[in-house]
């Protein structure tokens, strides 16, 4: 290959290189950056950190349920409502803290589809 053809290819892989850091920033703000596995901005770093930390908790409640169920031959939450409640916490916690609650739109639609 010839000096000017990798010189082109070096100009065009920094053209779509610098296209591609555009989108990240035009889409994620101005603090967005990419690495080998993606687009990352802080509110990307800010869940998941907060998602592993409280997974973690739930984890080690999930885990003290199990013990618990063994130790008492299941006879305590026979129908594991437990886990569910805990999982239910989890997801709830996640949305607050993270502040990622869902807006329902048209939520009418819904319950007048269910009084069928």
Known sequence: ???SSHAATDGTTMIKQLRRIAQIRKEGGIFAFNTKFGALNPFA???GITSILLGLVWVAAIT???????????KIDSRRRVPVFLSHVWGRLLMLFTGCTPTIVNGDIVKDFHKR
Do not use: F
């Open 1 to 3: 290959m010839s000096s």
């Open 45 to 47: 770093i800010y869940y």
């Open 64 to 74: 003290a349920c199990d013990i618990l169920y063994k130790l008492t031959g299941n």
